[in-house]
């Protein structure tokens, strides 16, 4: 029966760490997909109001007075853009690298925030699972004391029963504490995963597709691809 118990038991642990390995991949990426969701939600606003700006500005058919004054906007929020416009209505030195890397810091910096909150938010439930460990280790050190006492009292009473309840509340407790454990190591995991995330994510400017807006003098270009914050996380193996 001991024996039997025994492996019962073994395989039961082996099980659950399988278990536990497939639960973390999937906690880990659905940290690393609410990153990106956040992420992209707190870049949208500003990341829009530069692309409708820089439309209006690139856009031919509008009054000069209105591009003008978006090329102020632009200016303001982008320094190192140094387009201007003629009287005619011709866009000069339209540097627009520059509002590709203002949208691509914006992109970064959201992730960044975004991850730093979603460790904060991981950090708390480390600190609850490590109570739980410490928890679990008390129950079992209480336990195989209890086992021992069991023991040597089975040597008088004569009643095996009780050492092999008093084992298996032992391995009950043992399987406790590898799980509390395993539930700080899922934390760290995916604390490394997300820290991965801010050092290693491939995070570029949003790619434009020019097309011609107005025709004849000073006709220029405008975006028409929508932003999106591009990020590729790297899972564990």
Do not use: C, W
Not at 62 to 71: I, P, Y
Not at 96 to 121: C, H, P, S, W
Request: charged share 30%; hydrophobic share 35%; no cysteine.
């Amino acid at each position: 029966y001991v024996l039997a118990a025994a492996g019962i038991a073994a395989n039961g642990v082996a099980i659950a760490k399988v278990v536990k390995k497939a639960r973390e991949l999937t906690d880990t990426q659905i940290a690393l997909n609410e990153i990106q969701t956040t992420a992209n939600n707190n870049a949208a606003e500003e990341i829009t109001r530069i692309e409708t700006l820089s439309n209006i500005l690139h856009d031919n058919t509008r009054s000069l007075d209105e591009r003008k004054t978006a090329l102020s906007e632009i200016q303001a929020l982008v320094p190192d853009y140094h387009g201007s416009l003629t009287e005619e209505g011709t866009l000069i030195d339209d540097n627009t690298t520059a509002l590709d890397n203002y949208i691509n810091g914006l992109k970064r910096a959201a992730v960044a925030q975004a991850a730093f909150d979603k460790m904060v938010e991981i950090q708390k439930k480390k600190l609850e699972a490590e109570l739980k460990v410490q928890k679990a280790q008390q129950e079992l050190d209480a336990a195989i004391a209890k086992r021992e006492r069991t023991q040597s009292s089975v040597v008088y009473a004569g009643n095996e029963h009780s050492i092999v309840y008093a084992q298996d509340d032992v391995r009950r407790k043992e399987n406790a504490l590898t799980s509390a454990k395993a539930e700080v190591q899922g934390y760290d995991s995916q604390l490394d995963e997300i820290d991965n995330l801010v050092k290693a994510s491939d995070i570029t400017p949003t790619k434009t597709t020019p097309t011609k807006t107005g025709g004849g003098k000073g006709a220029t270009v405008k975006t028409t691809k929508p932003v999106e914050v591009e990020v590729k996380p790297v899972l564990p193996e």
